[in-house]
């Protein structure tokens, strides 16, 4: 049967609502039952767990087709969409692979991000050679083509892919931008938004998911295709260095979000230096938490897609040697830390109890002020991730926790927290999108710790104020 994004979603939402509240969203709802897979959990939350997949994968290994439809909510090709597959020669096209997976995705009631009309690699050189009107023509024909067959059947687009560069922010100087100048980017939009108005088009980099020069340049655009009613949304790529989510990642998506784009975590990957040890595996596991965590968190975010199934078909050791085991599952498909990290961001996973006390059963405030605890999520040898939670027995419209570690533990790094938190006394505030919390609501906090190794990771009482 097939089942476009809206569809699958109107199905899902008649059956579970969601602890949001757990993933400091404020809103009060509860869970029916567990979520085991991924996909039910971000089913819940209404958002898209996607995986990169590929064609001959899906073709010849029955395990992979099943893992990928029993997880995953929303494909995208890692390979097949591109123009190198789809238009090897002028005006051939071959849609063999491509419509497999779209076949796929409808037949597993999954949605289907497309990858991508214009980037300046995996397009054919008789693409490259062109220039000017030729080229110009050239893009236009091939988004029509492509765009007009998947009407209706790929939910969103990467239109342009990449187009600036790791140097300051500048444009990428690639063929497209040598052949039309900078306004090929606004053209590509143009003829995607026409060829099929309803499918969500985005822009999509790497190394945009903090604020920096090049996410600054990626704005800047956004904004000029926004005020043209051009653009959707934007993609992080997301291709991640162990332990190094930035710090800014969410109010960086969030300015985002505040031009009135959707955004998406559009090919999520943390490499280790391999071989990775158990530590390493763990902090990775943190690393995917606080990504999927994020877009739970964003409501205009559309979904986190990880760029592959198992570590051993990654891109990652190929272009980047002596690393790899970037994914959430091995190659015999067992899971990872990561994965069951993920699976906790999403609401699922645990006992399937919603992570605080739903409103329809929660006692009613007494008192005043603010209550807050603690909990390890998952500890390791020198580190481990806390979640915490504070309560509000009155309306609150801001909240300020503070303890004291009673041994080596300090926080290294926080989210949905900000203040005085590196020290043995922590003194931390609610950010800028937790602070107002209904009397007898809940809302969360988390952070990861650093600690002397082998040391037990304490859970000291905290203190709550309101502001
Ligand atoms: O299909 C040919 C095959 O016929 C040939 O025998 C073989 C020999 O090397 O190559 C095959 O093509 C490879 C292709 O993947 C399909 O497997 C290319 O060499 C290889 O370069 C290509 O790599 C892809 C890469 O994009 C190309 O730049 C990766 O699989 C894919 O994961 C990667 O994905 C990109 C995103 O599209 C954009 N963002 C970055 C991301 C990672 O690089």
Redesign the pocket.
Known sequence: MLLNRKRRRAVIAGVVTVATAALGLGLSTQFASAQTTLRGAADGLNKDIGV?V?YNLLQNNAQYRNLVATEFNSLTA??AM?WDATEPSDGNYTFTQADAIVDFAEDNGQSVHG??FV?H??TPSWVQNLSGTALQTAMIEHINTVANRYEGRVASWDVV??VVSDSNGAMRDSFWLRGLGEGYITTAFQTARAADPNADLYI?D?SIEGDNAKSDRIYTIAQGLVNQGLLDGVGF?A?LILGQVPGDMEANLQRFVDLGLKVRIT?LDVRIQTPADAGELQQQANDYRRVAEICAELADCSGVTV??VRDGD??VP??FPGYGAPLLFNDDLSKKPAYNAVLEALGGGGSGEPTTTPVTTSPPPTGSGCTATLSVQSPWNTGATYSGTVRANQNLTGWTVTWTWPGSERISNAWSLQGNLTGATVTGSNASYNGTVASGQTTTFGFNITKANGSTASVPTVTCTPA
Do not use: D, I, L, P
């Open positions: 990169a590929s890692e390979n591109k990858h991508t980037w690699q995996q892919n990449e999509n790497y790529q291709h090919e760029w592959g990654s891109w190929g272009v």
